[in-house]
């Protein structure tokens, strides 16, 4: 095994470096510190004392602590929109920067393309974004927030994760049922489809007795391989591993033995993967369950323990690599696993503020990302229109991120870039009104940080 060590840079903050005094070497030569022609210094160590001009210095203040950078992409896949914000001044409050309106770029259908995933290249100088509308795959230049690369990906195109080299981007496409392989220059900034695999296409695949579902997420263990997994629905659920050194079906776990549609999530450094699954209550019993397997050996080691709550979705590490925070969609809530031992060590009582028996009166959470610096976690919340995911379990009440406090578990704030207040009860009920629904999110380190893992997979 070998890990990729230019993937996701830890970012170290840099030391301090102490001055460093040149001493001359005078070997016979005139002593430096003997009187010059202007008597400045004669060398006995008393210097002219500085004329008084009678009036008093104030001291120079100095200048306040600026909070250290890093940008929040935010997705509204609603109306199509990137919102990035930064840090303010104060504690909990976060600046836009910048909104960028996708339906006005070259290139972008007229009928939109709902930005769904975000994914970074290890540097975060690049930004991949999914479109589940659209059939693409748009990749931004993240210091000017320039588009330089559109791929039609296929239908539904759900993820888009760069590869631990950067030298590709591979895409859960939803509607072909692929995974598609982009090359990806970027020195030059041209992406171009280069392989993909048709899922039930593959002998691999079919042995394992999957007849049914498409590949949603997926992310890279320690050993190179990626694992994807299959959905959308939980009856759908599956597992398929590529092994990348000829892009081809490893393994695949039909849903009897992992019945996982979600979330993927890499150990920072042991030999293990991180897998949920979820099932809303309108589709059933309800489910919310998180799988651990074991990538050196190739067996489950969690099978399929509780979230403590429906519909397991996404999950993410603190930065010091000590948490793994996991949400539930639908019951807007969720747990913080042990990742050295997998149990859950305490719960999310809730990522939004809106809770409520009633699902639609309740916030629904979906994606979330940590700040570098290990203070905030940053969740996504749907908006009470959702263009995805079972309208029960995905109808939220206030569009946009909450970010919470990683050390208290308390919601700070609720970031909401189109409040939905704006919004008439007519416009939320006609499908040709576009209103906010957020999804995908991301966070790019612009300061250098001290941190324990890397700040985003793979790791």
């Known amino acids: 095994m070998k890990s990729d060590s230019t993937r996701r840079k830890f970012l170290v903050g840099s030391a301090a470096a102490g001055a460093i005094g040149i001493a001359g070497c005078t070997s016979g030569e005139e002593d430096p510190s003997e009187e010059t022609d202007d008597g400045t210094d004669d060398g006995t160590g008393d210097e002219p004392e500085p004329e008084d001009d009678g009036e008093e210095t104030e001291p120079e203040e100095e200048p306040e602590d600026e909070p250290e ?4 992409w935010a997705l509204d896949q609603g109306r199509d929109n990137i919102h990035l914000y930064e840090p303010g001044e104060g504690d909990g409050e976060f600046d ?5 309106d996708l339906n006005e770029l070259e290139g972008v259908p007229e009928d939109g393309v709902v930005p769904h995933m975000i994914d970074y290249s ?23 927030h320039e588009l330089v690369g559109n791929v039609e990906t296929g239908p539904a195109s759900h993820f888009a994760g760069f590869s631990p080299d950067d030298e590709y981007i591979h895409v859960d496409v939803i509607g072909d049922e692929k995974i598609v392989r982009l090359d990806a220059d970027l020195e030059a900034e041209e992406f ?10 593959n002998e691999t695949v079919a042995d394992a007795g999957i007849d049914s579902g498409a590949p949603i997420c997926h992310q890279y263990a320690q050993d190179g391989r990626s694992l994807h997994t299959i959905g959308p629905s939980y009856h759908d659920g599956a597992l398929v591993i590529v092994d990348h050194e000829d892009f081809s079906v490893d393994r695949a776990y039909s849903g009897d033995e992992l019945p996982t549609n979600c979330g993927t999530m890499p150990h920072p450094s042991d030999e293990k993967f ?66 050295e ?43 009470p229109s959702p263009q995805s995911g079972d309208p029960h379990a995905a109808t939220g009440v206030t569009p946009g991120f909450s970010v919470l406090d990683v050390e208290t578990r308390d919601i700070v704030t609720v970031v909401e870039p189109d409040p ?12 040709d009104v576009s209103t906010p629904d957020f999804h995908g999110i991301g966070v790019r380190p612009i300061d250098d940080f001290d941190t324990g893992i890397p700040t985003s997979p793979p790791f």
């Open 274 to 339: 991180y897998l949920t699954a979820g099932l809303p209550s309108s589709d059933g019993e309800g489910v919310g369950d998180y799988y651990v397997y074991d990538t050196a050996e190739d067996e489950v080691v969690v099978d399929g323990a509780s979230t403590e709550g429906n519909d397991a979705h996404g999950f993410w590490f603190t930065p010091d690599g000590e948490e793994l925070w996991v949400l539930n969609r639908e019951t807007n809530d969720g747990v913080v696993l042990d990742p």
């Open 192 to 201: 171009e489809i280069d392989d993909y695999i048709e899922i039930h296409e």
């Open 420 to 431: 939905i207040a704006d919004y008439s009860e007519d416009d939320l009920e006609d499908d």
């Open 69 to 72: 950078r890093y940008e929040i």
């Open 96 to 100: 836009n920067t910048d909104t960028i």
């Open 341 to 383: 031992t997998d149990d859950v060590i305490t719960e999310i009582d809730a990522y939004g503020p809106d809770q409520s028996d009633d699902p639609s009166e309740r916030d629904a959470p979906d994606i979330m990302w940590s700040s570098p610096d290990g203070e905030y976690m940053f969740v996504t919340l749907r908006g």
């Open 122 to 144: 290890s540097d975060y100088e690049y930004a991949a974004i999914a479109c589940t509308g659209g059939a693409r795959t748009l990749v931004f230049r993240t210091e000017d």
